[in-house]
């Protein structure tokens, strides 16, 4: 099995199953980030109670793109993974072209089967639910700025742990 446990800064924990056998590139490279320790000390920086929260962003605004990109691996760009974007589905964040996902990645707080298909989902919560609600309660700026979170909450780590080999990352100019 392929973990992802986010500790927040305040205790919280979320762990999720990652599929890298559905989304081999997607999980390759977030496992990447994650065990370099990229996204500890970040933020998840857009919360859209209902909807989803999202982190990940190089300095906790959503509209700082990476310095990479990979395949996105969704129906709509030809990689059908299987996986849906139900309650506590991780996912990658991308703009609107179909190979733009680098390090931002959200989680579903409620069943958003809109994205099927148009987005990356990789992994399952298998739990910190009640963290996941806790974070998308919390109050934000409004629509106008993308849902950011008064007070941002902070990763304080982001690990993956795999009983399997994860493939190399084929990661895009």
Same mark, same amino acid.
């Given at each position: 099995m392929t973990?992802?446990?986010i500790l927040m800064e305040d205790g919280g924990e979320?762990?999720?199953e990652l599929f890298p056998d559905n989304a081999p590139i997607t999980v390759a490279s977030f496992a990447q980030c994650a065990n =370099? %320790? $990229?996204f500890d000390g970040l933020a998840f920086c857009r919360? @859209?109670?209902g909807? @989803?929260?999202q982190g990940g962003s190089p300095d906790n605004d959503i509209m700082t793109d990476s310095d990479f990109h990979i395949v =996105?691996? $969704?129906?709509?760009?030809?990689?059908d993974t299987g996986l849906v974007h139900r309650r506590g589905a991780i996912s990658m964040a991308r703009d609107d072209a179909p190979n733009t996902a %680098? /390090?931002?990645f959200f989680i579903c707080h409620q069943d958003a089967h809109r994205l099927d298909g148009k987005y990356a989902a990789f992994g399952y919560m298998r739990s910190g639910f009640d963290v996941l609600d806790r974070l998308a309660a919390l109050p /934000?700026?409004?629509?106008e700025t993308w849902n950011k979170p008064l007070n941002m909450p902070v990763m304080a780590s982001v690990r993956v742990v795999s009983d399997t080999l994860l493939p190399p990352v084929e990661r895009l100019a």
């Open positions: 973990e992802c446990i979320m762990r999720f =370099g %320790g $990229f919360i @859209v109670e909807f @989803v929260i =996105g691996e $969704f129906a709509e760009n030809g990689h %680098g /390090t931002q /934000t700026s409004g629509k």
